[in-house]
């Protein structure tokens, strides 16, 4: 069973800054490309950005500045750092990885941002 877990979601002030963290096994880190998805209400999910095994990221969302995705491979953990949020970015935020036609998903955290 392939898992992937999320944390670091919650209530965020706009203008602030969040760390979202999504854990997964040895096997699944070095192979997978992990990608971060969200899904507003009432909207389709969105690809936000992905890291490769071999570091290279790629970034989908029309401001990528403020958020930055990275990896610390001694922890089997990718993260999204998001600064300078928006209510925009309230959304349901989801860890995938994809390798070739196989994908796998956490469960998801929910991210709101709202003053």
């Known amino acids: 069973q392939v898992q992937l877990v999320e944390s670091g979601g919650g209530l965020v002030q706009p203008g602030g800054s969040l760390r979202l963290s999504c854990a997964t096994s040895?096997?699944?880190?070095?192979?997978?490309?992990i990608n971060w998805y969200r899904q507003a209400p009432g909207k389709q999910r969105e690809l936000v950005a992905s890291?490769?095994?071999?570091?290279?990221?790629h970034y989908v969302i029309s401001d990528p500045g403020r958020f930055t995705i990275s990896r610390d491979n001694a922890k089997n953990t990718v993260y999204l750092q998001m600064n300078s949020v928006k209510p925009d970015d309230t959304a349901v935020y989801y860890c995938?990885?994809?390798?070739?036609?196989?994908?796998?998903w956490g469960q998801g955290t929910q991210v709101t941002v709202s003053s």
């Open positions: 995938n990885a994809n390798f070739g036609h196989v994908d796998y």
């Open positions: 040895a096997r699944i880190f070095s192979i997978y490309t």
């Open positions: 890291i490769t095994r071999d570091g290279a990221t």
